[in-house]
């Protein structure tokens, strides 16, 4: 001990070295490493890495709804979001997200995008109107969804629904072929605002649809679809329920 300050030099060199080691250059820091990927569950990762591509940034709708719509989540469930968030929508362009069928998420992770849609935006209440069923209660009926037609959709859709000044056509084959009677219910109560489409109370100005009405022109528009496609996407056949 004849060299104390040499000694204490000598430690605080060592200190040094092992500390730079942990935050050396090119090594993460503990708080940054990398999660695997069947751990993440951050609503914002998940959701841009799953859902934006189709659904928009923001929920904001693209190639298909706004998740972030108030009357989307008003009317469809949390079970009903997660059964087609893990499950998809067979024979539609809705690919299945859980790992029991097919995809890549767990349990959890379709938990966690179900919490965030639902607590980021699904927080508006509609107590002064009553709002259509998500899915329908009762068969509608193609013959009287020609006139249901007529007067909420044809001012902006056309004749016979192939497209107006205001709007493209809905009867085109390719589309009805990429679409579940389920999704189609939806777009009618729903709208695409995003892209100029009311909801089912402003088609028509102080006329909401009605509850028939909207299943009427909907099994209309289903009527529309390639025939030998019409039984697959029924309300009776295999994709009953798709929630987009």
Known sequence: MRHPKLLLLVWAVILTISIG???APGRPALESE???PDRVLSFDRLYQQNCAGCHGSGGAGGAAISLSSEVYLAIAGDDTIR???AEGVPGTVMPAFAQSSGGMLTDEQINAIVAGIRTRW???HFSDIALPSYAAPT??????GVDV????CSSCHGDGGRGGARAGSIVDGSYLTLVSDQYLRTIVIVGRPEMGAPDWRDDVPG???SQQEISDVVAWLAAQRPKILNQAYSDKGPVTGGVR
């Open 21 to 23: 080691c942990t935050s």
């Open 83 to 85: 059964r087609v968030t």
């Open 207 to 209: 006329k909401p649809m």
């Open 139 to 144: 068969p509608g009926d193609s013959q009287r």
């Open 149 to 152: 037609y007529r007067t909420y």
């Open 34 to 36: 990398v999660l695997p």
């Open 122 to 124: 699904g927080k508006a």
